[in-house]
């Protein structure tokens, strides 16, 4: 079980990279440094979009509008670090 629980933990690491590479790429779209009509960007835009949107969709619809600002990237990161650290950790020292 504790082997299952540090696969988790790892899963969660892993999007946590995710996220921070979807937040890096929405920078460069939006300041134009990189071209999102380019096929391999778009591609990979979408297909981080398809990885975090589904789970930050309903953070943003909590949160109140901050403007142009959206911290729901990081309200997402801060959640998978919680778990992470305190459910999963919590968890095996339970199950010891």
């Known amino acids: 079980m504790i082997r299952l629980l540090d696969f988790i933990s790892f899963l969660i690491g892993l999007y946590m990279w995710v996220i921070i590479a979807s937040v890096v790429m929405s920078w460069l779209i939006a300041f134009n440094v990189i ?29 109140p509008d901050l403007g142009g600002i959206d911290i729901s990237p990081m309200i997402l990161w801060l959640a998978c670090l919680a778990i992470q650290y305190v459910v999963i950790d919590n968890l095996k020292d339970w199950l010891r």
């Open 35 to 63: 071209n999102a009509y380019n096929p391999f960007v778009r591609a990979l835009w979408q297909g981080l979009n398809a990885l975090t949107e589904p789970l930050q969709r309903p953070i943003r619809r909590m949160l």
